[in-house]
């Protein structure tokens, strides 16, 4: 019983280098959301995909895209890594209706 | 914009003493309120669930109650033991929409 798989768990950037987070979930969930952890900030969400098909920003997107390959995948890419990127990713997905969020592991990522 | 507020920050408290944590949000038109627990290094682990229509919920030594009409919400711990120690988090889903707002944690150490 997976729940919500990450890779990488760690990643170490150069600046300007390019890079895509996977995320995969195995409990047929219709909504996926990608977060950024940073001290002191709390979460703070990147971009969502309500269900297979759509995407959508949230609070903190510049810088990232998104693909919502089918229900199961979504991917966070970085297309020219900058240090202030340098964060914690959580990857989570819920079922639609009024249950909650279920986070991955995370991916620890620092841009030099 | 929902706000989430944790105070405080951190706590520090004997093994056995019974504690409270605060959560608070400044918009009440909530569709359901989510706490967490998060271990250094790891994810998030959804403790409790709290939908907008209900006052509490319990599991084992967790106690949750929201009072939406003053934006706040407390998770209660009964005789707190060592393992308890981690951040907490409590995460607001609006009313409208797939959105979730996260507060800043309160980091817990449970002395032995």
């Known amino acids: 019983n997976a729940g919500v798989t990450q890779t990488p768990k760690f990643q170490v950037l150069k600046t300007g280098q390019s890079m895509t987070l996977q995320c995969a979930q195995d409990m047929n969930h219709n909504s996926m959301y990608w977060y950024r952890q940073d001290p002191g900030m709390g979460l703070r969400l990147i971009y969502y995909?309500?269900?297979?098909?759509?995407?959508d920003k949230g609070e903190v997107p510049n810088g990232y895209n998104v693909s919502r390959l089918n229900k199961r995948e979504f991917s966070l890419r970085l297309e020219s890594a900058a240090p202030s990127q340098t964060s914690v990713y959580f990857c989570?997905?819920?079922?639609?209706?009024?249950?909650?969020?279920?986070f991955g592991s995370g991916t620890q990522l620092s841009v030099l | 914009k929902q706000e989430v507020t944790q105070i405080p920050a951190a706590l520090s408290v004997p093994e056995g003493e019974n504690l409270v944590l605060n959560c608070s949000f400044t918009d009440s038109a909530i569709y359901n309120l989510q706490w967490f627990r998060q271990d250094p290094g790891k994810g998030l682990t959804s403790l409790l669930l709290i939908q907008s229509s209900q006052r509490e919920q319990t599991s084992g030594r967790l106690n949750a109650s929201l009072d939406k009409s003053s934006g706040r919400s407390t998770l209660y711990i009964a005789a707190s033991q060592p393992g308890d120690s981690a951040t907490y988090l409590c995460?607001?889903?609006?009313?409208?929409?797939?959105?979730?707002?996260f507060g800043t944690g309160t980091s817990l150490t449970v002395i032995p």
């Open positions: 995460a607001v889903r609006r009313d409208t929409g797939n959105q979730f707002y």
């Open positions: 995909s309500a269900s297979e098909g759509t995407t």
């Open positions: 989570a997905s819920k079922l639609s209706g009024g249950v909650g969020l279920f």
